[in-house]
């Protein structure tokens, strides 16, 4: 599996084509295998077909301090051409983070019980 880690830059190509051109591009991952939020695990590749019907388009974005480490699945992928019209494609697409120094875990729940009088 691919794996980055702090400083990296992950890049994704993906090879498209539309009779009117490319617009927008954008993929979405969650981080897999995790009980907390999703918001805490999301990472969004954006990138731009600049109008051309057979674009190569880069979608990238930094591994930073603030990401956090894990496996990571495509949720999906969006593809918008010149006109407006958007699609969404569902690709098999994993890459993993990881050392990033910090505590990236939750509070751990070590027990519970309802209180009486």
């Known amino acids: 599996m691919q794996t980055y880690r702090l400083g990296d830059t992950i890049r994704l190509e993906l090879k498209l084509r ?3 051109g490319i617009g927008f591009v954008a993929a979405l991952f969650n981080r897999c295998h995790t009980d907390v ?3 805490s695990g999301i990472l969004l590749l954006i990138g731009d077909g600049g109008g051309k019907t057979e674009p190569l388009v880069e979608l990238k974005t930094e591994v930073t301090h ?4 894990g496996e990571y699945k495509c949720e999906y992928v969006q593809l918008q051409d010149t006109l407006g019209n958007h699609i969404f494609h569902y690709p098999d697409i994993h ?5 990033i120094p910090g505590d990236h875990e939750g509070p751990e729940l070590l027990g519970w019980r309802f209180k009486t009088e």
């Not at 603030?66 to 480490?69: A, L, R």
């Open 37 to 39: 939020h999703p918001a």
């Open 95 to 99: 890459f993993k983070i990881q050392g």
């Open 18 to 20: 539309d009779k009117s």
């Open 66 to 69: 603030d990401s956090i480490p």
